[in-house]
């Protein structure tokens, strides 16, 4: 069975539940009730039309919890009186559902974990376990989300930027789990693509595909982090290049620049170069230049101060950086780094170091002690 | 969302605002105390920050691997060891003022007189596992 496909349907039947007059949390623990079932049933007994079946039981574990709760009022009007099977719901239907889902007034993590369950299908133990809390702690933020959003009317106009910035959280997140969240936060945003035509959700949607392309050569086999610049171009996915550049085009020819284009742009521009020394440095800082313009992030000039490094050598690039807050996270990551490439070993080696303890996670932080080492071995050498 | 640490110390951390030692309180105050670490917990589970809560002995031991063949040897405890561990709460919330608002509520827990402890508790963010966004800094 297809567990891909089955989820892909989630959206759907939940708003039809939902224009079928069910509320949006009843609506929503039902159709998790029916996707349990389906993982169940359909393995020795597939169905002939899955939406339907999934809408049918859906609708029915709905009731079931309606008489359930007693609650006369609802069932009067509900239950002996099961509507026609709803028509398809049309693509602004499950737009409604993302925007709900990410709605601001919810905290960024209770975004994410009742997208993951509302428009994803994930299950509750599924989504705990790729964010590694209790799965009492995730049912009780995702029930929490429920309430939060429970008074917002469902056909309530919502803004595309939130959505993005739930998916974008997500791809982040990586890999941890049963749950490949980077691939859910494609196949996310690849749904939501279908749902709307915005340069922006395209601009996401081709710098997730860029990157992800790159993730067999970004660990080592023990699990180190392997830079850019040594990776094995070999191992880059190809297909996932070619579709994130094709969609990354189609999007910035519609001259609606937005931050996802510029940094997908970024990623398609070191995805060009077959080696390297091939990298077009001097376009990236353009691009970089552009997104400091559209964001006015100091993460974006840290970056830019790295690309200007490499553009116009380590010297710009440490001027660059000279005007930079030096509490910058990975601010002290790219000062060695380019200390090094201007030949200052010790001082490299010394903020190797520094970076290490300053670091937000193991990967990074062995690379970076990794990279102090090997400057400070090289040293000892010499003496 | 991030994980952080929450530690409570038997020794080590700076004096409390209302620092007597738990052995000098009342049973009812102790009660209180206890009362208010479970309903912490349970307001932290109902929020969805809980991750994890453990209270540790304060007798441990030290122990080293002492080469092929031999057992490990241990030592301690050592009454001088400056700092000890009493117990951690692991919350997973939004952002890092959060985790301080946090700690500054558990540090509230009742004490001798049934006023607030004022304890010091360290706050500490985990280090992810997974690298985030860092592969185009290192160029890169």
């Known amino acids: ?383 | 969302m991030a994980k952080y640490l929450l530690l409570k110390h038997y020794r080590g951390a700076p004096a409390a605002v209302n620092d007597v030692p738990m052995d000098q309180w009342t049973p009812e105050e102790i009660s209180a105390h206890v009362q208010y670490m479970n309903d912490f917990a349970a307001r932290l589970e109902k929020s969805g920050e809980f991750v994890d809560g453990q209270a540790l002995a304060p007798e441990g031991a030290w122990v080293r691997y002492d080469g092929e063949g031999r057992p490990p040897v241990t030592d301690g405890p050592f009454a001088e060891t400056k700092d000890l561990i009493a117990g951690w709460m692991v919350i997973d919330v939004d952002s890092y003022e959060r985790a301080v608002e946090l700690a500054g509520e558990l540090s509230a827990a009742p004490g001798a007189g049934g006023k607030p402890i004022h304890e010091w508790l360290e706050v500490r963010p985990f280090l992810g596992a997974a690298p985030r966004d860092a592969e185009c800094l290192f160029h890169g």
């Open chain 1, 1 to 383: 069975m297809d567990e891909a496909l089955l989820r892909s349907l989630t959206p759907s039947v939940l708003t039809i539940l939902v224009r079928r007059g069910a509320d949006f949390a009843a609506a929503e623990d039902a159709v998790q009730d029916a996707l349990v079932e389906a993982v169940r049933v359909w393995p020795t007994d597939p169905p002939r039309d899955a939406k339907g079946w999934l809408v049918t039981v859906a609708w029915r574990k709905f009731l079931d919890q309606v008489r359930a709760d007693s609650a006369r009022r609802r069932r009067e009007d509900l239950v002996d009186e099961e509507p026609a099977p709803g028509s398809a719901p049309d693509v602004d239907d499950t737009l409604q559902l993302y925007f709900l889902c990410a709605h601001p007034s919810l905290t960024p993590s209770s975004a994410v974990a009742l997208t993951l369950r509302a428009v994803g299908g994930l299950t509750t133990r599924q989504i705990a376990q790729a964010y590694l809390v209790p799965e009492a702690t995730m049912a009780q933020r995702i029930s929490r989300a429920k309430r939060t959003v429970s008074g917002i009317r469902f056909d309530q106009p919502g803004d595309v930027a939130t959505v993005l910035r739930v998916l974008y959280l997500v791809f982040n997140e990586g890999y941890s789990g049963d749950v490949d969240l980077a691939a859910e936060a494609i196949r996310l945003t690849r749904q939501l693509a279908a749902t709307i035509d915005h340069p922006e959700v395209a601009g996401l949607l081709a710098l997730m595909l860029l990157h992800h392309a790159r993730r067999a050569s970004r660990t080592a086999p023990d699990g180190s982090l392997v830079p850019l610049a040594e990776q094995d171009r070999g191992r880059w996915d190809t297909a996932s290049i070619a579709e994130g550049v094709r969609i990354l085009q189609a999007a910035l020819a519609r001259d609606r620049l937005g931050e996802f284009q510029a940094q997908a742009a970024v990623a398609a521009l070191h995805a060009d170069a077959l080696s390297a020394e091939e990298t077009d440095w001097v376009q990236i800082v353009e691009w970089y230049d552009e997104l400091a313009r559209l964001t006015d992030s100091p993460i974006v000039r840290l970056n830019r101060a790295v690309a200007v490094g490499e553009a116009d050598g380590p010297r710009a690039g440490l001027a660059a950086l000279a005007a930079l807050d030096d509490s910058l996270p990975r601010y002290t990551a790219a000062a060695a780094y380019l200390h090094e490439r201007a030949g200052d070993l010790p001082t490299a080696a010394r903020l190797y170091a520094e970076a290490a303890q300053k670091a937000p996670d193991l990967a990074e932080r062995d690379y970076l002690t990794r990279q102090a080492a090997r400057l400070n071995t090289r040293h000892r050498h010499r003496h």
